[in-house]
């Protein structure tokens, strides 16, 4: 049985076609655990006139927090609520195709070891679709990251089928409180499968909105979760160095890195004292990795990066500074 994860917040426009969509799949043994994150608006009232339908042919679940979470805490209560074999995360402001859950069992069937499967995705607002680069059936971790690594397969939690088992074995739960949740979560799942399939056709439906979780009011938030997924990716890395991925781990803390840098560009509203609080943070993540360059088998080219970083950081850190002074 597969249980599908619909966390609910403000989404009184969308939830009714995304519960549709469930409806509507072709495949019957399904759990639906919907979670109410303590939404303000219609939502949930809009979700319950849809239960009755959706009773007919799923087992639904409700779990409602007694207080506003955020989707990290939503995903993880859906996760324990859980009795079927596989989670899928699907965001209520989105939509399945009518095969998508069958289409995910169908590879299950076929791989019986599988970890995880990632499924393709359509894009409305870009009239796009996403087809993975990489093959159907991954064995490895070092090739499972490195098709990470290389953008074969998206950061985000929702439209993978994922064994449950493995879920919490590896303890892969989303840690609370933290944006870009998903890049931290799609990196964790990386570093620990050890085989994967993909469903190389679109079967999730993403809805482009124009407000989101990462805005200017919460810059500051955003900054400090760029940076607990890159303090996460240097640890793990010292943990297990002597392994054959780390070259590998080691390329994406650099791209992480440099997302950090590209964040820095869009504060707007940060004082003098959170500019040098964030250079001491990224200055503690840099001396690590410079420490660690020196008992890791990384490439010369990758050596020669990591060394570059420090210097790097600072003269964006020192851009923007000056940027700011210059609109005083």
């Known amino acids: 049985m597969v249980s599908i994860i619909i966390p609910i917040y403000n989404v009184q426009d969308y939830i009714n076609d995304c519960l549709y969509s469930v409806y509507t799949q072709t495949y019957s043994e399904i759990e639906v655990i919907l979670v109410n994150d303590c939404t303000p608006d219609n939502s949930m009232l809009i979700a319950h006139s849809n239960i009755e339908k959706l ?5 639904v679940k409700i779990i409602d927090h007694k207080s506003n979470k955020g989707l990290s805490a939503a995903r993880n209560s859906g996760v324990k609520e859980a009795t079927g074999e596989w989670v899928y995360f699907l965001d209520s402001d989105d ?11 169908r590879l299950a ?4 070891s599988v970890d995880f499967i990632v499924g393709g995705i359509r894009v409305i607002g870009r ?7 990489t093959s159907e059936y991954v064995i490895g971790n070092d090739n499972i990251l490195k098709c990470y690594i290389s953008g ?13 088992e493995y879920f919490v074995s590896n303890n892969l739960w989303f840690k609370e409180g933290l944006l870009h949740e998903d890049q931290l979560f799609s990196y964790q799942l990386a570093t620990t499968a050890l085989t994967m399939a993909t469903v190389n056709k679109p079967t999730y439906i993403y809805k482009m909105r124009m407000s989101g979780a990462i805005t200017s009011s919460n810059g500051r938030k955003n900054f400090d979760s760029f940076i607990c997924i890159l303090e996460y990716m240097v640890y793990s890395v010292m943990q297990k160095y002597s392994t054959s991925s780390v070259t590998l781990e080691y390329a994406q803390i650099i791209r992480f890195s440099y997302s950090i840098l590209l964040s820095l560009y869009g504060k707007h509203n940060l004082t003098e004292m959170e ?6 943070k ?3 993540i840099c001396r690590i990795v410079t420490f ?3 008992k890791l088998p990384v490439p010369i080219q990758i050596k020669l990066t990591i060394i570059k970083l420090p210097q790097t950081m600072r003269k964006v850190l020192l851009k923007w500074h000056n940027k700011k002074i210059q609109k005083k």
């Open 109 to 112: 069937e076929r791989y019986l």
């Open 292 to 294: 660690y360059k020196c």
């Open 95 to 105: 939509e399945i195709t009518p095969d998508c859950i069958e289409c995910f069992v």
């Open 152 to 164: 074969m397969w998206y950061e985000m939690a929702w439209n993978k089928l994922i064994r449950k």
């Open 55 to 59: 009773k007919k042919r799923f087992n």
């Open 282 to 284: 990224v200055d503690r």
């Open 275 to 280: 500019v040098v609080n964030y250079e001491l």
């Open 127 to 133: 009239n796009i679709s996403y087809r993975l680069t």
